[in-house]
Nanobody
């Protein structure tokens, strides 16, 4: 079992920044992928960004150039720096963890609300 605890959501004006954090604990595999999904009201849950344990990253097209995913392996923590936020970024953001090679996350955090006002 892996537990994921997120923090850092909130309300911000368009153009502002927020940083999300997610700490993982439990039975963590050395080689893994951590990331962030988001779900806006009435929409499906989509991948935002993810990062492997060796630092390889990938992003949704809608956030490229604005969001940066990073991690601290010593702390088993993943971060999502969100800059130039837009109202359409408003969603519940979920931290995820999966073993390397899996198609879908094995574990999900409880979610943190990000609201961007126009």
């Amino acid at each position: 079992q892996v537990q994921l605890v997120e923090s850092g959501g909130g309300l911000v004006q368009a153009g502002g920044s927020l940083r999300l954090s997610c700490a993982a604990s439990g039975s963590i595999f050395t080689i893994n992928v951590m990331g962030w999904y988001r779900q806006a009201p009435g929409k499906q849950r989509d991948l935002v960004a993810q990062i492997t344990s060796d630092g390889s990253t990938s992003y949704a097209d809608s956030v490229k150039g604005r969001f940066t995913v990073s991690r601290d392996n010593a702390k088993n923590t993943v971060y999502l720096q969100m800059n130039n936020l837009k109202p359409e970024d408003t969603a519940v953001y979920y931290c995820t963890y999966k073993k390397y090679g899996r198609l879908s996350p094995d574990y999900w955090g409880q979610g943190t609300q990000v609201t961007v006002s126009s």
